[in-house]
C-alpha cells in the first residue's frame, strides 16, 4: 500500500541549528515526492518537489530509493521557518500526505 | 487569480443536519480535489474530479458523503446527516493539469472547519 511517514510531530530547534525533517515513503512505483508548507493562518502551499531538484528558502531535499526516503534539510533555521510541514507522494494524479511535523525555531 | 477560494470558512452544523462546502479552483484549473484533516492527522485523499465527471471517490466514505463538479459553478462537497465524527477541516486543492511529469502544483484553499454539534 502507498504511505507517507513522518516519524516526528514537532520539531523544536534554536535559530541558527541545521534541521532535518524525516519522510519515508512505500510505494512500488516510481515515486514523485513534495513536501508542502502551512505557515500560521495561511494554506498549504508547495514548498519543493523532488523532480525539480531545487533549493527554496534555502531548503533541500533529496530522494534516496535506497532508503525510501525524501528528508527535508536546511542547514541553519530562521524563525520564520517556524510552520507545518507536510510530505507527500503523488499516486495517480492525487497525493498521499504524511501526517506531518511541526517546526518550531526558538530564537 | 484569487486563488483556490473556499467557503464558507466556518460551519457549524447539528447532528442530523446536511454539509455544503463550497470550492472555487482558480481560473483555468479543471481538477478539482478534496481532503479532510482529522484532529491530529494529516489530510487525508478523498476525492478527485474534472468538470463533471468523478474520476477517483476512493477516499470518500461510502454512505452520506458525495461531491460533484458542474459544468458551471463551484465544486461542492455535501455531507448528509451528519455526526460528531465528520468533524475536521476540509481542504480543497486544484490543478490545471496532471499526469507524471508534468510537474504540476497543485494549490490548495484555506479549507472549509465543519465543527457537528
Known amino acids: 500500500a502507498q504511505r507517507v511517514t513522518q516519524p516526528e510531530k514537532l520539531l523544536s530547534v534554536f535559530k541558527g541549528a541545521p534541521v532535518e525533517l524525516k519522510c519515508n515513503y512505500s510505494?512500488?512505483?516510481?515515486?514523485?515526492l513534495f513536501w508542502y508548507v502551512q505557515y500560521s493562518r495561511q494554506r498549504l502551499q508547495l514548498l519543493l518537489r523532488?523532480?525539480s531538484r531545487e533549493s527554496i528558502k534555502g531548503f533541500t531535499a533529496d530522494l534516496n530509493k535506497g532508503e525510501t526516503s525524501f528528508h527535508l534539510k536546511k542547514p541553519f533555521a530562521q524563525e520564520e521557518d517556524s510552520a507545518m510541514y507536510y510530505c507527500?507522494?503523488?499516486?495517480?494524479?492525487?497525493?498521499?500526505f504524511g501526517t506531518g511535523t511541526r517546526l518550531q525555531v526558538f530564537p | 487569480n484569487a486563488g483556490v477560494m473556499q467557503n464558507p470558512r466556518h460551519l457549524v452544523r447539528r447532528r442530523g443536519q446536511e454539509a455544503r462546502l463550497r470550492c472555487s479552483p482558480m481560473k483555468g484549473h479543471s481538477h478539482v480535489y478534496w481532503y479532510r484533516q482529522l484532529p491530529e492527522e494529516g489530510l487525508k485523499f478523498m476525492v478527485y474530479l474534472q468538470k463533471e465527471n468523478i474520476i477517483d471517490e476512493s477516499g470518500m466514505p461510502k454512505e452520506r458523503f458525495s461531491a460533484e463538479f458542474p459544468k458551471e459553478g463551484p465544486s461542492i462537497l455535501r455531507i448528509q446527516q451528519v455526526v460528531r465524527g465528520d468533524s475536521a477541516a476540509y481542504f480543497c486543492a486544484s490543478s490545471p493539469q496532471v499526469g507524471r511529469g508534468t510537474n504540476t502544483e497543485a494549490f490548495f484553499g484555506q479549507g472549509t472547519r465543519l465543527t457537528v454539534v
Open positions: 510505494y512500488s512505483g516510481s515515486p514523485e
Open positions: 523532488h523532480i
Open positions: 507527500a507522494l503523488t499516486v495517480a494524479d492525487k497525493l498521499i
